[in-house]
């Protein structure tokens, strides 16, 4: 078969003046042989992900309409690694939207959102009441991660903060999940913005364990939970999943016990996309629940959040915590190209993904790596997509393919949430839930 030349691709990189028909002739032709690269280059060019799969929603699909959070300044403030909807008061929420999730930053930006309006608060974590248990295990903090606040009905605060810690007899890094309260109070009505930790949630100080990390605490109705990631194998083929936690109060489990919610490559086969890196690792990770017409949307990340492979999905449920053996459902597509590797094998229909151009919600050309994304529905009704990237103009590399962690932006696109109050997720077919959210194309 015969190959695309330079010039034949330039050519097709400004073909969006052209009819429709003319696109997808000189598409076809280009793309008919074996050469993935040149399609793929193609498909770059042209900023479009291009799919043929049963249940896609055309030949055609444009790029998120993305836009950042917040303006990077020199001194680094604006950059914000996993960004988390700060949970507020009835009486408070509405007004402004607050995110909490990485342990240097507050962001809040009042309503109506617009492009770069969040503003970037300084934060300080401590491990607090539990220095002396973390010494008495003989451990070491080697830092701080994932600070998730939460105001509660009355209007207090509490926060799940992941503390990384080693030891001796154990050098390799593990982390713990505790309760942190706040350590200083702020301008009234505004996260506090310093946290000391004075309890454990998840984990042990003196026995490393895989997972136990992006911990939040959600409510349903008048019952809340403790989300956050678990270890179900160990390395070298690791496997984390999303479990949630019933709660007593902020800071006291429920004696029930936890209910797995998601496992990476838990649905029809190994799903080649959840692959992390070049390992023999699969995670899903960084969980955010929302409620939309009586269902439970999960959004997750799976791959390794430095490289392009990292992404954001997302998995429905009927009920907030499934029966025994049943779990979330991820939105599944046919990939009958084999663009994931397998052709005619059922692959996940990302929400946000920077790896595949030819794969559906291609985000490449504006952000890589899109992660640790959430939903939120503003006060007018509109609902908007939040979540961490790089931007590809600023993505230094610490060694090949492997980005600078602390230049992980926050970005947001409006979502189109059509979800049918008369339908289930168990009824409902992968091309239907593929259209219950949708990240609007520009």
Known sequence: MRRCGSTELNRMASCFAAPLAVFLTVALRCTAGDDVARADELFRLSKVAVTDSSGSSGFRTLPPAIQPMTTVSADGSGYFSDPSPVRLAPSRGGRTQVFSGTTKAIMSCAYPVTGRCFSWTRVAVNSGALRATIAAAGATVTNFQNLAAFQDDAGGWHAVLAIGVRSPAHPDHWTVLVHAQPAAVGVPGTVPPAWSADSVLAGSFATPADGNYDGKHFQDGERLYLLYVKNFVSKPGLR?????????????????????????????????????????????????????????????????????????????????????????????????????????????????????????????????????????????????????????????????????????????????????????????TDAELAAWLQPEAQ
Request: aromatic share 12%.
């Open 240 to 428: 984390n999943g999303i479990v949630i936690q019933p709660m007593l109060s902020p800071t006291q489990a429920a004696p029930e016990g936890a209910t797995t919610l998601l496992l990476p490559g838990d649905r029809d086969g190994a799903l080649d996309s959840e692959w992390y890196d070049h390992t023999k690792a699969k995670l899903v990770e960084a969980p955010y629940i929302v409620k939309i017409a009586e269902k439970y949307a999960l959004l997750y990340s799976t791959g390794a959040y430095q490289q392009d492979d990292y992404k954001a999905g997302v998995a429905w449920s009927d009920t907030l915590r499934p029966a025994a053996g049943r779990f979330y459902r991820k939105v599944l597509e046919i990939d009958s190209r084999g663009i994931w590797g397998h052709p005619g094998r059922a692959e996940v229909r990302y929400l946000l993904q920077s790896q595949r151009p030819r794969w559906p919600n291609f985000t490449g050309g504006q952000v890589i790596s899109p992660g640790v994304a959430s939903a939120v529905r503003g006060p007018g009704g509109a609902w908007w997509l939040y979540f961490a990237g790089f931007d590809p103009a600023d993505r230094p590399l610490t060694s090949p393919g492997v980005a600078e962690a602390d230049h992980r932006r926050p970005y947001f696109v409006r979502l189109r949430a059509s979800v049918p109050v008369a339908q289930t997720v168990a009824a409902a």
